[in-house]
């Protein structure tokens, strides 16, 4: 379709390219894999194949794949690219639609996948240790149960009142 952004795994980031007969869009999403909740930074550069370079506003849109509305920047050009940051708020595919106006009003569009978001590590580490500090525990009290117990002391006491002797018989 003319007007898809072609989305491209490369070097650690999501590559986007465009091009139709008079302008070319190239940039990148970071990070290569998107999670909810985490900032989605967007970096393009829109160029000419013939005249001056655009140097225009970009209006630039994040929403849900079928969503009607969706997070909207529009943003001037830095000392070379145009710069964005978004962040998703659900796990989804997203669309990233891209307008700009040279000769005239193009809209562009690109996909991704946003994944869920990632579980701190520190947590992570907690629940290890939790887990290790519940085992150790447990053997413990494992070890205290197994612990052969000791008879009473009324029965282990050799009673000390002299036994009657046998007559002997000879």
Do not use: C, Y
Not at 8 to 22: K, Q, Y
Not at 49 to 78: D, M, N, Y
Not at 84 to 93: G, K, T
Request: hydrophobic share 40%; aromatic share 6%; glycine share 10%.
């Amino acid at each position: 379709m003319p007007d898809r952004i072609a989305v491209d795994r490369r070097g650690g980031v999501l590559e986007l390219a465009w091009a139709d007969a008079e302008d070319r869009l190239q940039g990148s999403l970071q990070p290569l894999a998107p999670r909810a909740g985490e900032p989605v930074k967007v970096t393009l550069h829109v160029g000419s194949f013939q005249g001056a370079p655009f140097e225009g506003p970009i209006t630039l849109s994040l929403r849900e794949r079928g969503s009607t509305h969706g997070q909207v920047q529009t943003v001037q050009k830095g000392a070379v690219n145009w710069h964005a940051e978004f962040v998703p708020e659900r796990a989804a595919v997203h669309q990233l639609d891209v307008s700009f106006r040279t000769t005239r009003l193009k809209v562009l569009h690109a996909e991704f996948e946003v994944g869920s978001p990632q579980v701190p590590s520190f947590i992570l580490w907690g629940l290890l240790g939790l887990g290790g500090l519940l085992t150790m525990i447990w053997g413990v009290r494992m070890l205290q149960k197994e612990k052969p117990t000791e008879p009473p002391a009324a029965e282990t006491e050799i009673s000390s009142a002299p036994q009657p002797d046998e007559p002997s018989r000879l």
